[in-house]
C-alpha cells in the first residue's frame, strides 16, 4: 500500500507493507497517526497517538503529568533567560498614561499621508523637522498607530504642523 494512506485495505494490497513508511514487513500494528488508523511497523508505532503503539510498562496516563511539568519547566527557563522579562516594565513602567493615543477619525492614515505630500515633504523631512522616528510616521500615515504603540504627542505633532485634522474630538 502507497505511503501515508488513510488506512482503507483497497486495491489488491497483500498488507504486509507499513501504511506509514512502507516498509515490508509482517509485524504491523494498527496505529491513530494524526487521526488516520494506520497499520505501521515497530519503527513507526511510536508516532501512535493511543496507547497502542507503547509498551505494557509505559502507560501515557501517567506520563501526562510528567509531561506538563517539562513544558511548565521549559516555559520557565524562557522567562528566566529574560525571552519573557518583565522587568523593563516594571521598573520604567509604560508611557501610556502620559501620551496617550487619542481617537483617531476614520481614514487618519490616508488624511496624514495627503497633507504630507500636500506640504511637499517625504516621510524622512517630516519626521526630522519634528524630531519624530520615521517608522512612526509611516504607522500613522499606514493607519496603523495604534498596532505600531505610537504616542499620542506623535499624533498631536503631524496634526499641528500638517494642519490635519487626525483626531476625532
Known sequence: MAKYSTGS?????????CELCGRETSDLRRANVAGAKLLVCSNCSPHD???????????RSSDSPSR???LARKQAELYDAGKGDASH??????????DQL???????????????QEA???VEELSEELGLEEDDVLA???GRAARANVGGSVIRAL????DATLVDE
Not at 49 to 59: E, I, R, Y
Not at 159 to 162: A, C, S, V
Open 68 to 70: 506538563k511539568q517539562e
Open 140 to 142: 500613522v500615515e499606514q
Open 49 to 59: 497517538d493511543t496507547n497502542a503503539g507503547k509498551s505494557d510498562d509505559q502507560d
Open 102 to 116: 487619542p481617537y483617531l477619525v476614520s481614514g487618519y492614515g490616508a488624511r496624514a499621508e495627503a497633507a504630507r
Open 9 to 17: 485495505r483497497g486495491g489488491g494490497d497483500d498488507g504486509d507493507s
Open 159 to 162: 496634526e499641528k504642523r500638517l
Open 120 to 122: 511637499g515633504l517625504t
Open 89 to 98: 516594565w516594571e521598573e520604567h513602567g509604560t508611557d501610556y498614561e502620559d
